[in-house]
């Protein structure tokens, strides 16, 4: 068994190592639950014990973390429809 595996799961087909990245536990630890017997949906979805400052990075040195990329584009500041040099505001009764 890889971490590039597909498992089936809640009506959805993903490899084991997209499933670990959607419920932030490790590829590794999903496959070893899988491994001892454990049904599919029990191991991706149990909570992973860690020992106090056990990070997830040394859990998994696969694990990476970035910069998400696929942010839309904002449309605005949310006070208008467009962006103002200075503030002008105002305090009505």
């Not at 068994?1 to 993903?14: K, S």
């Not at 590829?27 to 001892?36: D, G, K, S, W």
């Amino acid at each position: 068994m890889t971490r590039d595996d597909l498992i089936n799961f809640d009506g959805m087909a993903q490899s084991i190592h997209e499933w670990a990245l959607d419920y932030g536990i490790p590829a590794r630890t999903i496959m070893t639950r899988l491994h001892q017997g454990m049904s599919v949906e029990r191991a991706i979805t149990k909570p992973i014990l860690a020992r106090p400052g056990v990070t997830l990075d040394d859990l998994d040195p696969t694990w990476s973390r970035g910069v998400v990329f696929n942010l839309p584009e904002p449309v605005g500041t949310g006070g208008g429809s467009t962006v103002q040099e200075s503030t002008d505001i105002g305090i009505s009764k």
